[in-house]
């Protein structure tokens, strides 16, 4: 983010724009200088985004996220501010604008292949990498702004870019600071930007970097730096884009300046960019362009340029006039009415919400990286695993109280970064309807309706998305966050046919004993070796409460956001530790911790679960896949990890049974099965009578079952083994069949 070696520049060639600060007395000294006429409250506005990486400490951060240890960390770090009188206002990016596309998906790519020396490392080392390798648990920019809105903090996330709204808050509101790693914050005219690199939370100081001192050094004015960060490449304007005027500029500045004064080059392109803007306004005194016109650029060059300048314009700046203002998108606003467009907004801005505005008022959805392993077979990516659900959600959102029509339908542009995804361009997804009623409602009434009536519609909704409606009952018998537990459990059961009993085990285990553990206990967790397919495993159900978070939105919240959060259902390393002992043929007890209670209810939730997929054409195996110690475990560690409960049982019985040593099972993967099911696509909607005329997503087939024929094209009424399930888990239209009438 930001432009492009301008803070590495500043941290070698201007140290006297680098100014050490202690935020406490910044925050007294504001403090001081309140009156009852001019009340100073010292507010600092935090990049949420940017301090991710320095929030996450955690010593485990592969096997899906320690997330009651990580909320402990965000309350201490609140903590250490508010103590001394600084308010804090956090900003999270809601949206990836347009322009800076490719800059995401080039972000993305990178992180793809660092995800991938992960696994390498896990499968030779059987433990986690080091911190150069370190990536982000999956969902933590997702659920961080949940955080700390629990932790009584005021949370914003964007409608535009992030740096953009966060730089006007401060702007309009006085803030003593912007907390953040970006040095865009450098070239917005707004308060002081302090690092979160550098900052030291036991003493409170950081490093500021000094605008005005910056200015002074390369001679500029505030004003022109918005041009000079654009000549210098950023997010907007790449910096391929004006290569040649910064080669004009440095053929300039070694003309006039035989011997440097900076040696390194980025430091020489800096000033030389800095002496070609500062002509530019000596040469036009009286410019009133954002782009001067003695800047010889071609008309796009200029163009992108004016773009580029525009995005560090702020509200009250006297350039502001000359930008475009940019009004609220409302991609899909015949399809809702206006207020659910205004409470979408106002949840969005709130961190109230999620995925619901990207849908309704932009129309496009994206998930960055996950740690999934490119050479599995076995497992689908988690982008594939849960687009039924999406499509689901899609349709409850723009699809409900619809005519049935399928002239028009609206399609949502979707950017899921998955192994075999190119990003070249994004998947065209088309919502599928949801059938609740024979009288369907509609969204208003789900959202905004006080009827007591409504509120079971609303969670029949949300359970019915994840194929779970009959999992109603169990509302007020079990806590919330267990029944959001169960429900993404049979979901993945539904829709991952490799997932074994062992894996049903591990997740509900985890998720009944992770109420009874605090944080301590947790990272006392120890593993003797770590699981690749566990590793993926852990961040499929992460994501997944993502899905339920987005879900319960779209349902007009019939469950509290808090039951969805991880640190209520999940636990990287207390999930590893169950995997590792339920495949390995540890008892149930052992399981749950020898905790009679406990047991009790796993057995519940197993029972429930294993009887809707069963009426589903879902039968849970035995697949036990017991991972081999790696040399580096000495016989010693092996004695400790043995008497510890993980260690396998039964000798070789589960290599008897055709698993490989990797864990994965013979036969065709998932993406052979998905090259098929592409196939199949085409040949039905060329050679089909009832495929042609581009109808996709699944309508038609939905009008025809609801003819009176109950159809089921997911899962089979009986087991047909695993090459029927195989094909019948990619349905393009996925629908939840019925179970069959009692007695049939």
Request: charged letters at 20%; glycine letters at 8%; hydrophobic letters at 35%.
């Amino acid at each position: 983010m930001g432009v492009k070696g301008l803070q590495h520049f500043m941290d070698r060639c201007c140290p006297e724009a680098c100014v050490t600060v202690n935020l406490r007395e910044m925050a007294r000294q504001l403090q001081a200088s309140t009156t009852a006429a001019h009340p100073s409250n010292p507010t600092l506005v935090v990049d949420g985004m940017a301090c991710l990486r320095h929030w996450y400490s955690c010593k485990d951060w592969v096997c899906g996220g320690q997330w009651k240890e990580y909320l402990d960390i965000l309350k201490s770090w609140v903590e250490a501010f508010t103590s001394t009188g600084i308010r804090l206002v956090f900003f999270f990016d809601g949206v990836v604008e347009e322009q800076k596309r490719q800059e995401w998906v080039k972000r993305r790519r990178r992180v793809k292949g660092e995800i991938s020396k992960v696994f390498c490392h896990i499968k030779e080392h059987g433990d986690q990498p080091g911190r150069e390798l370190f990536c982000l648990p999956s969902g933590l920019a997702t659920f961080t702004p949940f955080a700390l809105r629990s932790l009584g903090q005021e949370v914003f996330c964007s409608v535009r870019e992030a740096d953009y709204e966060i730089a006007s808050y401060a702007r309009q509101h006085g803030s003593m600071g912007i907390l953040g790693e970006d040095s865009d914050f450098i070239i917005y005219d707004s308060a002081p930007y302090l690092s979160v690199a550098k900052l030291r939370i036991n003493s409170l100081t950081t490093v500021m970097y000094d605008r005005q001192r910056f200015c002074q050094t390369i001679g500029l004015a505030v004003t022109q730096l918005p041009l000079l960060a654009c000549l210098l490449g950023n997010d907007v304007v790449s910096k391929e884009k004006m290569q040649d005027v910064r080669n004009d500029a440095m053929t300039a500045y070694r003309k006039n300046n035989p011997v440097p004064h900076y040696g390194a080059p980025q430091g020489q392109v800096v000033l030389a960019v800095s002496q070609l803007v500062s002509s530019l306004w000596s040469i036009e005194e009286n410019e009133t362009e954002l782009v001067p016109q003695s800047l010889n650029l071609s008309g796009p060059s200029r163009e992108l340029l004016k773009k580029g300048v525009c995005s560090y314009i702020l509200p009250g700046q006297k350039a502001f006039k000359l930008c475009e203002t940019v009004s609220l998108p409302s991609a899909f606003e015949k399809y809702v009415s206006p207020e659910i467009l205004k409470a979408c907004r106002e949840k969005h801005a709130a961190a109230e919400g999620f995925m619901v505005y990207t849908v309704l008022c932009v129309g496009v959805t994206e998930c960055s990286n996950t740690l999934e392993d490119e050479e599995d077979s076995e497992l689908m990516p988690q982008a594939l695993v849960y687009k039924p659900c999406r499509q689901f959600i899609y349709g409850l959102l723009l699809l409900l109280g619809h005519d049935g029509s399928t002239v028009d339908l609206p399609a949502i542009r979707e950017w899921f970064v998955f192994p075999g995804n190119p990003l070249k361009e994004p998947d065209i997804v088309h919502p599928v309807p949801l059938s609740l009623s024979c009288d369907e409602p509609s969204l208003d009434l789900l959202w905004f309706s006080t009827d007591p009536e409504v509120s079971a519609l609303r969670l029949k909704a949300f359970l019915t998305i994840f194929g779970c409606p009959e999992f109603s009952e169990l509302c007020g018998v079990i806590e919330d966050s267990l029944l959001a537990a169960l429900c993404l459990t049979t979901y993945l059961v539904l829709q991952v046919q490799t997932l074994s009993l062992e894996d049903v085990d591990s997740y509900l285990s985890q998720a009944v004993c992770l109420r009874l553990k605090s944080s301590q206990e947790l990272q006392q967790i120890e593993l003797p070796m770590l699981s690749s397919r566990a590793v993926q495993l852990g961040s499929l159900y992460v994501r997944g409460l993502s899905h339920l978070l987005g879900a319960n939105c779209a349902s007009g919240c019939p469950l509290p956001s808090a039951a969805l959060m991880p640190w209520h259902s999940f636990d990287g390393r207390l999930f590893h530790s169950k995997y590792l002992l339920a495949h390995s043929g540890a008892e149930k007890i052992e399981l749950l911790d020898h905790n009679s209670s406990s047991l009790s209810l796993f057995l519940q939730l197993t029972k429930k679960l294993t009887e809707t997929c069963s009426m589903r054409g879902r039968v849970l195996q035995s697949r036990p896949k017991a991972p081999q110690p790696h040399p580096k475990i000495t016989t010693q560690a092996r004695y400790r990890d043995r008497h510890s409960g993980w260690a396998p049982r039964g000798g070789e019985c589960w290599k008897q049974r055709g698993e490989t040593a990797g864990g994965h099972r013979q036969g065709r993967g998932w993406r052979e099965r998905e090259e098929e099911r592409r196939a199949r696509r085409e040949y039905e909607s060329t050679d089909r009578p009832w495929g042609r005329g581009g109808h996709r997503g699944g309508g038609q087939h939905f009008h025809e079952c609801h003819k009176g024929e109950t159809q089921n094209t997911s899962y089979p009424s009986k087991p047909r083994g695993r090459a029927y399930n195989n094909r019948g888990k990619y349905q393009l239209a996925p629908r939840w069949p019925q179970p069959p009438a009692p007695g049939t």
